[in-house]
């Protein structure tokens, strides 16, 4: 079964930059498409970039378009999420899943997630 583990939130000023892991174990990542998801308090769970499945074509949310860039390390069976000119708005606990790419239909359950908190 594939299972995830989320890392590399943390708190940082507006405009700074983060770079968040998803870890899979249970199976070869390069055979599903990947997405990363946030969810900010009181708000259902936004899909903001995937990774389709051994093409690795990107989609991005509007949102964040130009900001964030999605990757894989095929190697360390992990996807990143590399986010720039971090803003208030994108405080939230981030969720990597199997998902529809493009879409974001996801599939299976949520793990722990990684907080992230943009304040000056």
């Known amino acids: 079964q594939l299972r995830f583990v989320e890392s590399g939130g943390a708190l940082v000023q507006p405009g700074g930059s983060l770079t968040l892991s998803c870890a899979a174990s249970?199976?070869?990542?390069?055979?599903?498409?990947i997405g990363w998801f946030r969810r900010s308090p009181g708000k259902e769970h936004e899909g903001v970039s995937c990774?389709?499945?051994?093409?690795?074509?990107?989609y991005y949310a509007d949102s964040v378009k130009g900001r964030f860039t999605i990757s894989r390390d095929n190697a360390k069976n992990t996807v990143h999420l590399q986010i720039n000119s971090l803003e208030p708005e994108d405080t939230a606990v981030y969720y990597c899943?199997?998902?529809?790419?493009?879409?974001?239909?996801?599939?299976?359950?949520w793990g722990q997630g990684t907080q992230v908190a943009v304040s000056s």
């Open positions: 899943a199997e998902t529809s790419c493009p879409g974001f239909h996801p599939l299976g359950s």
């Open positions: 990774i389709k499945n051994y093409s690795d074509q990107t």
């Open positions: 249970g199976a070869n990542l390069v055979q599903y498409s």
